[in-house]
């Protein structure tokens, strides 16, 4: 015996008892009922009442069964595609804090670069000062100790 909230969704299906939607492309298959004593067309399969409604269940199931699959694998293709832009987001901006943090140490160095060229030049020129003051005191020393001995003779 059909259950009752079974015979009530079949009548309330928009389709008859005796066709089987199988897809929107596909021809549906209508039942033929036979009657006791009638006899049996020779092409076809053979169902009795249960067998036929639990095949149709079987299929409206099936293909439930395959959309909701389908939806679950372009859901979760969905997220995988949204997680790996978030990863390559933040990718992206570790990437511009590093190229930041590069950049600074980059102007920190220039500076302190510059300023050690800066002293260098100013010790070079130093040094090159008192390099030319002792040139001169030598220079000088050198004279005054040539004109001693010529002016002694």
């Not at 009752?4 to 079949?10: C, D, E, K, Q, R």
């Not at 006899?39 to 639990?54: C, K, M, V």
């Not at 909701?68 to 992206?92: F, K, M, Q, T, Y």
Request: charged fraction near 20%; hydrophobic fraction near 50%; include cysteine.
């Amino acid at each position: 015996m059909i259950p009752l909230a079974l015979s009530l969704a079949l009548l309330l299906l928009p389709t008859s008892v005796l066709t089987l939607d199988i897809d929107p492309t596909v021809a549906p298959i209508v039942a033929t009922r036979l009657r006791l004593g009638e006899p049996a067309p020779s092409d076809g399969a053979f169902l009795d009442r249960r067998d036929w409604l639990r095949a149709r269940s079987a299929l409206r199931a099936l293909r439930l069964a395959c959309d909701l699959g389908v939806s679950e694998a372009i859901g979760a293709c969905v997220d995988g595609i949204e997680r790996d832009r978030n990863l390559a987001r933040a990718e992206a901006e570790t990437l511009k804090e590093s190229n930041r943090a590069y950049a600074t140490r980059l102007e920190e160095t220039q500076t302190l670069l510059s300023s050690m060229t800066s002293r260098a030049h100013s010790a070079e020129n130093a040094a090159n000062i008192w390099l030319w003051i002792g040139v001169s005191a030598l220079s000088a020393s050198t004279l005054f100790t040539v004109f001693l001995i010529v002016s002694k003779k």
